[in-house]
């Protein structure tokens, strides 16, 4: 994401690739979505109604949430329809 | 095996044809709606589309803060009094220097229906080239939750709080979507979170009417934070805002309203307001109350829509002159 400039009008003052802000948002969780690979058909709703659009493809097969900025809220485990998908409280992968 | 599973990819990927121009870590509530809807809209709508909008939970994002920023878009952030006639002034210059972009003036309902609606009818009635999209959480959500002209009957905000004087929004709702249909401009639309399909499709079909003219789109995007409810309920409250009637997904060319999604056996609104806290203290009576409302509204709506299939659309209406 460092140079995007996509008007050829950009004037000469512009940051347009500047590097962007980014907060932990993955910090605020405190459950944490886990995909069960067998039971994903891979239909991708977890990943459209996710609304940081976190919910990445891996490899053809299944969808797994980038963690690092996961707030937790819960649609993709609701929204599964196989139910692939369990919010499981964060303090169960303290160690 | 892995072919067979790609077979059933939900359509709406397709859509989703350009970069999220949005860092992955911003500061909007877990499992607001609003977050969803502004990531949605320049991957389907393409990055090259300059924003404009007002103080709201959008603008600490599409602002940014001191010299940095949280996407790479451009954005233009105006007072709530000015927000249609800022996005005017920027659609007339890309138009005058022939620069092909899409101005789309994206705010809240606050802005939309009540602080800037003076100016939001104003570039109506001129039919202003650019999109205008009121994201609807039925309140002033970003100064604390106070209420706004579209929030529903009975909904408790700071400002309409439950107590032994009050219960709640004591006044009916206004249609904001209605309001902007009669204005027989090029393209207006209601759509919300559940219906991606239905929103994608929306949102193109406005960027191709925008060199008509005004498009509006009230899109209907939960607040979690505001409301009370579970942030896992997002699209499950747009789903049942759908199936009540409460929000019900239509279109209108030049004011024709045509549905765009008809539900064959509304459920009780009792089955939508259940899943939120500020809907919480109603009785029966008062559900009773806000279920007429929405029938009311849904009967008008569907007697608008055969009504205007019947009538002949005045010839001026049909190609309206450019914006001057
Ligand atoms: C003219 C004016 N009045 C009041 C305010 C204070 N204000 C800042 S943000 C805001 C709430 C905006 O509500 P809305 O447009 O519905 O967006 P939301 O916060 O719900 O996303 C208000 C009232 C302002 N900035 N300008
Ligand atoms: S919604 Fe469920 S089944 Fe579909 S891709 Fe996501 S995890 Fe797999
Ligand atoms: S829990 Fe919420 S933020 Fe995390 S992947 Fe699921 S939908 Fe996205
Ligand atoms: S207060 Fe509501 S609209 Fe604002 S960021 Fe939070 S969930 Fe979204």
Partial sequence: MSSNHYFKHEGPWSDAGDPLMCTDTGDWRTKRPVVDKEKCIFCGFCAIYCPIQVMEMQSDTHFEANLDFCKGCGICAKECPKGAITMISEGEFVS | MAEKKQARLTKVLDYLKHDDPFSKGVAFCPGCGLELLLRFIPRVLGNDIVITGTPSCSAPVLLGQNNQSWHTLSYFGTLMTGAAANATGLARYYRKAGIDNTVVCFNGDGTANDIGFGNLSGAAERNEPFIYICYDNEGYMNTGIQKSGTTPFGATTTTTPYGSVHKGKNLRRMNLGLKMAMNKIPYTA??????????????????????????????????????????????????????????????????????????????????????????????????????????YEYCLLGGLSVLEAECQLPVSAKDQGEAS
């Fill in chain 2, 190 to 295: 209601t759509a919300t979170l559940s219906d991606l399909e239905d929103l994608a499709r929306k949102l193109l079909k406005a960027k191709e009417a925008k060199e008509r003219g005004f498009c509006f789109l009230h899109v209907f995007a939960p607040c979690p934070t505001g409301w009370g409810a579970d942030p896992a309920n997002t699209i499950e409250i747009c789903r049942r805002a759908v199936k009540t009637n409460y929000f019900p997904l239509w279109e209108a060319e030049n004011g024709r309203i045509r549905m765009t999604k008809t539900v064959k056996k509304p459920k009780p609104v009792s089955t939508y307001t259940e899943l939120m806290k500020k809907f919480n203290h109603m009785t029966e009576a008062d559900i009773k109350i806000l279920q007429d409302d929405v029938e």
